[in-house]
Nanobody, 126 residues
Framework: QLQLVESGGGLVQPGGSLRLSCAAS????????VGWFRQVPGKEREGLAC????????LYGDSVKGHFTISRDNNNNAVYLQLNSLKPEDTAAYYC???????????????????WGQGTQVTVSS
């Protein structure tokens, strides 16, 4: 089982940027599809982006296309999510996830992953 730890959240002004990190132990993250999600209390978890194993093909949810970017850092066994042009409605707990039991060559932004981090809070406010 992978252990995932998110970091990089915080308070940022509207229009600002953050880079979230998802660090893994217990396995080599490059061998897994990895997804980023967010959740606001009382709402369903929203899939934001994912990056595919082997090919690094990235997929994005419609609400974040063009303003969030997912990437891998294999040297550090990590996946990042760059958040740009942040808006108050981006305020949420952000989670990374990995280990989807599928033979698909493409990742998914649906919450089908087995291993999840504990989340990092992003608050966008002036």
């Amino acid at each position: 089982q992978l252990q995932l730890v998110e970091s990089g959240g915080g308070l940022v002004q509207p229009g600002g940027s953050l880079r979230l990190s998802c660090a893994a132990s217990g396995g080599t993250l490059s061998q897994f599809h990895v997804g980023w999600f967010r959740q606001v209390p009382g709402k369903e978890r929203e899939g934001l982006a994912c990056i595919s194993r082997r090919t690094n093909v990235a997929l994005y949810g419609d609400s974040v296309k063009g303003h969030f970017t997912i990437s891998r850092d294999n040297n550090n066994n990590a996946v990042y999510l760059q958040l740009n042009s942040l808006k108050p409605e981006d305020t949420a707990a952000y989670y990374c996830a990995a280990n989807w039991n599928s033979r698909s060559p493409l990742c998914t932004v649906l919450p089908h992953y087995r291993d999840w981090g504990q989340g990092t809070q992003v608050t966008v406010s002036s």
